[in-house]
C-alpha cells in the first residue's frame, strides 16, 4: 500500500516539474533576444552575452539570466552576463521573463565552448612505407584532445590544393577528445611524390562569429609503388636494318622503384647490358634475329621482343668491285704497256 502511495506521490512531483518546464514558453511572441545570438568561447576565455527582454509588455520586473557561473548586472530591460574566464564545457544560459505569474518566456542561448587540438597529425591510416598502387588506403586526420569533436572538421590537402573535407557526428562529447577523421584513398601512378596533410577547421555555423585559427599536420610524401610498364607505344618491334649501320632498341619503362632490365640476344645467351637501351654501333648479318628484354621490379615483369632483319650493303659491294675493277685496268694497261 505503502508502496503505490510513494509512486503516486513521485508521477505528482513529476507532472509538476513538466510542467515548470513547459511554462517556460520558448515560442512566445515577445521572446528575449540574446546577443550575440550563438556565443563561442574558446574554454578559458572571457565570456559576455547581453539579453534584450520584454520589448512590450512585462509584468512586474522578474526577469534574469539562468546561469551556472559568473554575473548578471541588470539596465532597465537589459541584462548583461559575463565572466572572467569560462571553464565549464557544458553551459545553459536561459533568458527569461514572467508575463503571468505561472507563465515564463524564455530564450535559451547556444554556447559552443571549444578547445583547439593540441596536435594534428597526417597519416595514410595505420600503414607505413610505400603505398602500392590500385590498393584502398585511408587518408586519416587525427585530432589531438579537441572539444567539441562534432564542430570540427578535417581538410585534407595535396600539394597545396584542398581536395576533401571530412567532419562526424558520431562523438556528441562537449569535453575533449582524440579522435580521427578519414577519407578513402586508391593511390594511382601521378600520386607518386605528391605532398599530402591535413588542418583541423573550425566549423561555423553561424554569422560574425571569429572562427578560431586552423591547425595544420604534418606534411607526408607519398611513396607509389607499381609495376614496370612501357613509357612509350613503340611502334619498331620489327626492324630492317642494313649492315654497317648503328643498331638501337629501346625498352625503357617507367616502374617504382625503378625496373631493372635484361636483354636475350639471337643466340639465346643473356646480353651483359643493363641498360634500359640495347646498342650495337655497327650492325653486320650475323647480329640476326630476335632480342628480348625483360623488365622488372618487385611488383612485376614486362617483356618485349624486337625483331632485326640485316640487309646486306650491295652499293657497297659494288664500290668496292668497281674500283677493284679499275685498279685491275689499270695494272692491266700498266704491264701491256711496258711489255710492248
Ligand atoms: C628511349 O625511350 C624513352 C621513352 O620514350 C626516351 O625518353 C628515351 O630518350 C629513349 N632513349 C633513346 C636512346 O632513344
Same mark, same amino acid.
Given at each position: 500500500m505503502s508502496f503505490s502511495a510513494g509512486i503516486l506521490v513521485l508521477s505528482l512531483v513529476t507532472s509538476l516539474l513538466d510542467l515548470g518546464v513547459s511554462s =517556460?514558453?520558448? +515560442? =512566445?511572441?515577445?521572446k528575449p533576444v540574446f546577443s550575440p545570438s550563438h556565443l563561442i568561447v574558446k574554454y578559458g576565455d572571457p565570456a559576455s552575452a547581453t539579453c534584450s527582454v =520584454? $520589448? $512590450?509588455? =512585462?509584468?512586474?520586473?522578474s526577469f534574469n539570466i539562468e546561469h551556472a557561473v559568473g554575473d548578471v548586472e541588470q539596465n532597465e530591460t537589459k541584462l548583461h552576463w559575463k565572466v572572467d574566464s569560462l571553464t565549464e564545457w557544458d553551459l545553459n544560459l536561459t533568458c527569461f521573463y514572467n508575463t503571468a505569474p505561472d507563465h515564463r518566456c524564455c530564450t535559451p542561448l547556444p554556447v559552443t565552448v571549444y578547445k583547439p587540438p593540441d596536435k594534428v597529425t597526417f597519416s595514410f591510416g595505420d600503414h607505413t612505407g610505400p603505398l602500392l598502387i590500385d590498393n584502398l588506403y585511408h587518408l586519416r586526420c587525427t585530432l589531438e584532445n579537441?572539444?567539441?569533436?562534432?564542430k570540427f572538421e578535417a581538410v585534407f590537402y595535396k600539394n597545396n590544393r584542398a581536395f576533401g573535407q571530412v567532419y562526424s557526428y558520431l562523438f556528441k562529447d562537449k569535453t575533449p577528445l582524440t579522435k580521427y577523421l578519414e577519407l578513402d584513398f586508391v593511390p594511382q601512378e601521378? +600520386?607518386?611524390g605528391e605532398e599530402y596533410w591535413c588542418e583541423a577547421e573550425f566549423r561555423l555555423d553561424s554569422e560574425g562569429q571569429q572562427p578560431p585559427p586552423v591547425v595544420r599536420s604534418q606534411r607526408v610524401t607519398a611513396i607509389v609503388h607499381y609495376k614496370p610498364k612501357f613509357e612509350a607505344d613503340y611502334d619498331s618491334r620489327w626492324i630492317t636494318l642494313t649492315e654497317g649501320y648503328k643498331l638501337q632498341l629501346n625498352c625503357t619503362s617507367s616502374g617504382n622503384p625503378s625496373p631493372s632490365y635484361n636483354w636475350t640476344l639471337p643466340s639465346g645467351s643473356v646480353s651483359s647490358t643493363t641498360s634500359s637501351v640495347f646498342t650495337i654501333e655497327s650492325i653486320a648479318t650475323k647480329h640476326q634475329g630476335t632480342y628480348t628484354c625483360i623488365v622488372s621490379n618487385g611488383y612485376g615483369t614486362l617483356t618485349e621482343e624486337f625483331r632485326v632483319d640485316v640487309i646486306r650493303n650491295y652499293v657497297g659491294y659494288l664500290i668496292a668491285g668497281v674500283l677493284a675493277l679499275v685498279v685491275l685496268l689499270v695494272l692491266v694497261g700498266v704491264f701491256i704497256y711496258y711489255r710492248c
Open positions: =517556460c514558453d520558448k +515560442n =512566445c511572441a515577445d =520584454c $520589448q $512590450q509588455d =512585462c509584468l512586474g520586473n579537441v572539444a567539441p569533436f562534432e601521378y +600520386n607518386h
